[in-house]
């Protein structure tokens, strides 16, 4: 893997928004085309397979915490056990997924699994595909994650009761409503009647004991890009598992038991010293060096790397209340001071691109900057 500094498009800015790309700066540039990656195609062809076993051995571990009762260790309440049992059971629909690796010297390890509502689809799926066709468009990128998203929802579409199926996530948050209304496209393209409510304006009806839009219309499949966590603890979540309808949750509930980060000690338990894995507990007792990582944290919050004994990065955030996990320490390659994630996406449970995200510490967070990738 190189990394390789270019020279900007002109009127970059206008390109990206012409595609509906309107986050891509802050205070600080979040896209960033100023670089971009180089992977050769064994690198790529290594990825893809990586990505393939670890989804493998994820659903493996999802029925092992079910089997064996594990769900305090995840923090989950009992309340919406009973939900996540019959989410996997039966199969409920799910969509995608992001895997974060690192990939260095001639490894790749998990870092963490973003299986309920990760981000960058949309920049990993449009933005920088569009990127390469005006660089260099006789190249190729990892990337069929829109064709693969429109099958997929083909897929789904006669698994749907009612056949409508809405789409949600919080007011006022741009990089969200994008990554919801892409996937709603996509929706819309496999054929599928869509509609868009925000979650801050899902309504219950009392009398019929269901979820209702600001129509009143009756939400029976619904797309959210909202955490299961959070749901669970709004008020309103405590009907989920009451609803008459039994609407269909996308991500379905069985994705709290993946996107808690205490699936990385199951998956070591598991899978002991497997060459994708890190060594990963519940306690610090076997580890010198090592990352400690809440169970529900995002966007790199509350994360410490120790190394030694000695912390040597740390950051702040509204974590750690749930408790945590330790990972064997395996540090972001570093290219002039950079260090990129590689994430790498599930859809429709087969591997289907990659987005790559860079920071200037090895902590990787919301104001990383997605930068674009191509195949030599």
């Known amino acids: ?34 670089v971009y990656y180089s992977l050769s195609i064994s690198e790529v062809d290594a990825i ?41 059971n039966e199969d409920h629909p799910a969509i995608y997924g992001r895997f974060d690796f690192c990939v260095k010297d001639n490894q790749i390890k998990l870092l963490e699994f ?25 190249k190729d990128q990892f990337n069929s994650i829109h064709e693969k998203l429109i099958a997929y929802w083909k897929i789904l579409l006669p698994y749907l009761p009612n056949k409508t199926l809405h789409f949600t996530c919080l007011k006022d948050t741009l990089e969200d409503l994008t990554n919801v ?17 925000f979650i801050d304006d899902i309504g219950w009806d009392e009398d019929q004991q269901q979820f209702v839009d600001l129509e ?36 379905p509930s069985w994705k709290m038991i993946l996107s808690n980060k205490a699936i990385l000690p199951i998956l070591w338990k598991l899978y002991p010293s497997h060459p994708l894995l890190l060594a990963s507990f519940f306690d610090n007792t076997q580890l010198s060096d090592y990352v400690k990582k809440p169970l529900l944290s995002r966007e790199g919050a509350n994360i410490e790397i120790i190394k030694s004994t000695q912390t040597i990065l740390r950051t702040d955030g509204e974590y750690g209340e749930e408790g945590y996990i330790y990972q064997e320490l395996f540090t972001l390659p570093e290219f002039k001071g950079k260090y990129p994630v590689i ?18 510490t090895l902590i990787t967070n919301n104001k990383s900057r997605f930068v674009p990738h191509l195949i030599e």
């Open 114 to 138: 973003n299986a309920d509502t990760p981000t960058s689809l949309y920049e990993a799926g449009i933005v920088q595909w569009f990127w390469l066709q005006d660089f260099d468009k006789s």
């Open 343 to 360: 994430g790498s996406w599930v859809v429709g449970q087969q591997p289907a691109g990659i987005g790559i995200r860079e920071d200037n």
């Open 1 to 34: 893997m190189k990394r390789v500094e270019i020279q900007p498009r002109n009127k970059w800015q206008s390109a990206v928004e012409q595609l509906g790309f309107g986050f891509h700066t802050t205070d600080v540039p979040y896209w960033d085309e100023s």
């Open 216 to 251: 009143n219309d009756v939400i029976q499949n619904i797309f959210k890009l909202y955490p299961w966590e959070w749901m669970i603890n709004d008020q309103f979540g405590k009907n989920i598992p009451i609803a008459k309808n039994e609407p269909y949750w996308i991500e």
């Open 48 to 88: 893809e397979k990586a990505t393939a076993t670890i989804w493998d051995m994820s659903l493996a571990a999802v029925q092992y915490v079910i089997d064996q009762d594990l769900f305090k260790q995840f923090q989950i309440p009992d309340f919406i056990v009973p939900l996540i049992k019959k989410s996997w």
């Open 181 to 197: 209304e892409y996937l709603r496209d996509c929706a819309i393209q496999a054929g599928i009647k869509t509609k868009l409510v």
